[in-house]
């Protein structure tokens, strides 16, 4: 008989599939790695599995006790999975630029949801960060799980993600972009790829709106840069400890609207259901096409599936109302 012991044993070791129209103008070979085929639909499966046994090992959660995150709906959903096959209890403090289905599908998993505002600064005590933070402290038996700042995410990605790429591409990936908002993702794979090949070369995909790029080419924390914006997933106003500055080798920023764009060209055009990152993510590969050649093999990572977006991206009113289409 071929079985898992429990769900938990279904995360990672997703396929690599070959993007043929979509990204026609782009030379090389482009390749996507489709994180949605995790059973919570997203890449955070891997992190918070990881985030979670790493804090039983060190004796922060112990047996009956409280996870609470600050989550956009991926990390909630793959923290929920691990909560509920080892008997945890688990509050996702999110935004309210949050769509309504990431919320819905949290709650459907048995987690707590609180929605805070999205437009306050980190520090204000009403902002999704601090709200996390308060509730751990304020509930006996809590462990907050920082996402940010908790190493566990990036070491997910660097002892399974970037494993798997390197031996998917037989180790001749040249070019692997990636969108990032806790960096986890980006740093872990980074750091496994470059210590087999450091001639590979990383790329982080940025919002308009968010401080990464101009703080990785000048070292600069711009205010200025921070406003709001629609992509969900990506970009920060932030510095979480996470991101691996110096193993990025550039950003690259998407516009809302392209991201929305590329993200609904996708399902019509390679029949890839995926979310709003990787429309970014999709976007981002073109932007950067100088940067490759003709023989080189472009790994580009999907963050989650397309039916968390079906009232947005997917939807025409919606996009209407944005001016996106
Ligand atoms: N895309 C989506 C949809 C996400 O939920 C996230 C996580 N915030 C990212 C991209 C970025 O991944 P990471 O946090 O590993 O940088």
């Known amino acids: 008989m ?3 012991e429990n769900i938990l044993g279904t995360i990672g070791d997703t396929p690599l599939v070959k ?26 499966d891997r992190m918070a599995l990881k985030m979670v046994e790493d804090a039983e090992t060190a004796g922060k959660l112990k047996k009956g006790g409280t996870i609470v995150e600050g989550t956009s709906g991926n990390t909630g959903m793959g923290l929920a999975l691990a909560a509920r096959v080892k008997g945890y209890q688990l509050i996702c403090v999110t935004t309210d630029k949050q769509s309504k289905e990431k919320i819905d599908v949290l709650k459907a998993v048995g987690a707590k949801v609180v929605i805070c505002p999205t437009n306050v600064d980190p520090d204000d005590p009403k902002s999704y960060y601090s709200t996390a933070k308060r ?11 920082d996402q940010y700042n908790n190493f566990s995410n990036k070491a997910a990605h660097y002892e399974k993600t970037g494993p798997e790429i390197w031996k998917q591409t037989s180790g001749k990936i040249n070019h692997f972009i990636v969108g990032v908002g806790t960096g986890g993702t980006i740093s872990g794979v980074a750091k496994f790829l470059k210590e087999k090949n450091k001639k590979i070369k990383i790329w982080g995909i940025d919002t308009f709106g968010s401080v990464f790029k101009k703080y990785h080419e000048t070292g600069i924390f711009d205010e200025n840069e921070i406003y709001p914006y629609i992509t969900e997933g990506i970009g920060e106003d932030i510095l979480p400890k996470n991101v691996n500055f110096d193993i990025i080798d550039g950003f690259e920023k998407v516009t809302d609207k392209d991201a929305a764009v590329y993200t609904r060209k996708m399902a019509r055009e390679e029949g890839i259901f995926a979310g709003n990152s990787c429309g970014a993510a999709v976007r981002g590969v073109i932007q950067l096409k100088k940067h490759f050649k003709k023989d080189d093999v472009v790994v580009v990572l999907l963050h989650d599936s397309g039916s968390r977006y079906v009232g947005k991206i997917y939807n025409d009113e919606w996009m209407k109302k944005m001016n996106f289409l």
């Open 2 to 4: 071929q079985y898992h």
């Open 135 to 145: 509730i751990s402290n304020e509930i006996p038996n809590a462990w907050y799980a």
């Open 19 to 44: 993007l043929n129209k979509i990204t026609e103008e782009v030379p090389g070979l482009v390749l996507a790695k489709i994180e949605s085929f995790n059973p919570g639909n997203s890449i955070k």
